[in-house]
Each structure stands twice: as structure tokens, then as C-alpha cells.
């Protein structure tokens, strides 16, 4: 055993440090399939067919896909990935059959998976089988309205849901309500409460913790802002809304830190698409330090140590773009990927 030992930290460690190059990229799409290509290369190593898997997680070697549709066919799928191929575990509904239409997010805290239904204005919980499957509808809980926009607003609409880094609530995004719901998670699902007002029309999509789990951030498709909140022991408390839409094409997207947690991306569509830039100060307060323009519709994206990756709708591409670790500022490689209608996309 003393000899076998140090290679099996030597095997972990170096599959831990694998170079970009090295890596897989991860691919949701709004077309017949999710795909894995060998970032390296840039050419498709395997293909999850499904109708529309406009959102992914990955934990481990299993993937979970949502598949957006906008009738009773809308369901999330579980895939295992070997590193040449998907292997099908199982899918559930995502509604009752009513009130699951088009979902749109997905995570899990290991035990339990979270869906956002946008169109069906509600938020669907599941529980993992042993299997890393997905079991049986657990939860469902309904969003509201009452923001002031009677066109985007106008019905329920929950866009994310994230587990908390200490393992004891879900908060979810309530898009037409202008809020965040809250759900405690300790053995069963429950307790759901309003875990903060946002400004009116402001129409929250994208949620993210800090790596400490102390601050939350939340970006606003409609305000084309970012809410910036303390978290601690289940309460947010708010302590900034900073403007990342300069023309207000209530568009915003998606919202990432940097490994290091020293900058926050945002991605911007609709009209001068791109990523929006900001520092973040030992207190989570961001400032706005750049500008990334991008092909047509960014949707999604993913950070590195280097890179920052942009899944663009309605190019067919994905853009790859280098980071300045010390400024947080990108520049164009130049590089493309082709994909359809791409927009997840996640590198491991």
C-alpha cells in the first residue's frame, strides 16, 4: 500500500489540475440535444438527445437536464457521462401535469434536485434516488405576480432556484412578483416564506452565492441591475442595486464570480450585447470596472482562471475570450465553436 498510495493522490491531483485544453465542455442547447466537446479540439465527443436542454447541472459524473418545453412534455432528465458517452438514467415531469411548463434551471444539493418552471410559475422539487436518478415529484410550490410590467409580469414566472451554501434553505427567483421565496430544507421540504423585496420591475432571474456564502448576488432581466445581499442564518439583507444595463433592453441574463471572487460578469442581450464587468470589494459592494461586447443573444456563460466561455443563441457559436486575472478585463480570442442555438455552457 505504500507504493500504491501516492499515485492514487498523484491520479487525483492531476485529474484536479487538468488544463482547459484537457477539459470537457458542456453544451445545452435550444435544438434535439446537450452536448460534451473536447474544449482542446473544439470537436463533439457525445450527444444527449432530448428536446431542448436549455439548462444543465453537473454533479460529478451525472448531469441533470431540463428539457424547456412549453407543454406536459416538460421534464427534467438525469444522464450519467463515462468520457465518451451519455448513458440515460431516468426523467420526471416537472409539473402535475399542469404548472410545469418550460423549465429553465435546475441544481441539487446532492440529496435534493430544484426545477424553475418559468412558464408554469412554479418551483419543483425532486428527490435523488440512490442511483443518482431522479425520483418522484416531491414539491410543488406556485409563484405570484405583482410587478408593475403587465406584459412580462403579467403571470407567474420562477427563472432559478439555488440551494444556501449552509445547507438549510432553497431561495428561488419569483421573476413576476419582484421577490425571492425561501424554502427550509431539513429532512422534508417546508416553510415556505418571502425571503426578500426586490425593486419594483425588477424582475429577478439569475441567483449566485459568494464562494463564503455570505453575500448573494441577483440580476434583474427587467431593471438590467444587480442586487447586492448580505446572507446570514436564513435573512438577506440588501445593501446595493448597481446598474449593469446602460440602455435598458431588458435583457439581462446570467451572473458569475471569478474563481478568485474578485470580479462578478454579467451577460447582457437584446441590444449591446455583451458582458458587463465589475470588481467586488472585501464587503461583496460591486463597481463597474468594463465592457464586453459578444455575438448575438449571450445567454449563458462560464469563468476560469483564464477564460471566460459565451454561449451566443442565435450565432451558433460559442466565443471564447481570455481573462486578465489582475483587472478582470477579457479580450477576444477570436476562437468559435460551433453549436445549435446554444445556451449552456459549463467546462469540467
Known sequence: MKRILPLLVLLILSSACKSPAEQTLFVGTYSD???????????????????????????????YAVSEMPDTTASVW?????????????????????????????????????VANYSGGSLALFRLKGDDGIGPLDSLVYSATGGPDLTRQDKPHV????????????????????ALGMLDIVGRVSNYRLAAHLPAGFGPR????????????????????????????????????????????RGAADIHLSPDGRFLYASLRLQNDGIAIFSVGPDGILEKVGYQHTGPHPRNFTVTDRLVIVACRDSNEIEVY?????????????????APRPVFVALQ
Open 322 to 338: 481570455s481573462r486578465d486575472a489582475n483587472t478582470g478585463l477579457l479580450t477576444d480570442t477570436g476562437r468559435r465553436i460551433q
Open 206 to 249: 439569475h441567483i449566485l452565492f459568494n464562494e463564503a456564502g455570505t453575500q448573494l448576488y441577483v440580476i434583474g432581466e427587467l431593471s438590467g441591475t444587480i442586487a447586492v445581499f448580505d446572507y446570514a442564518y436564513g435573512k438577506l439583507t440588501l445593501k446595493q442595486v448597481v446598474k449593469a444595463d446602460e440602455v435598458d433592453a
Open 33 to 63: 440535444g446537450f452536448f460534451a466537446y473536447d474544449f482542446g479540439s473544439g470537436e463533439v465527443i457525445a450527444k444527449a438527445p432530448m428536446d431542448n436542454p436549455s439548462f444543465l447541472t453537473l454533479q460529478g459524473n451525472h448531469i
Open 78 to 114: 438525469a444522464w450519467r457521462y463515462g468520457g465518451n458517452g451519455f448513458e440515460f438514467l431516468n426523467s420526471q415531469p416537472t409539473g402535475l401535469p399542469e404548472r410545469g411548463e418550460d423549465p429553465c434551471y435546475v441544481s441539487t444539493d446532492g440529496h435534493y434536485l430544484a
Open 159 to 178: 427563472h432559478c432556484a439555488v440551494f444556501t451554501p449552509d445547507g438549510k434553505h432553497l431561495i428561488f427567483s419569483e421573476f413576476s412578483a419582484d
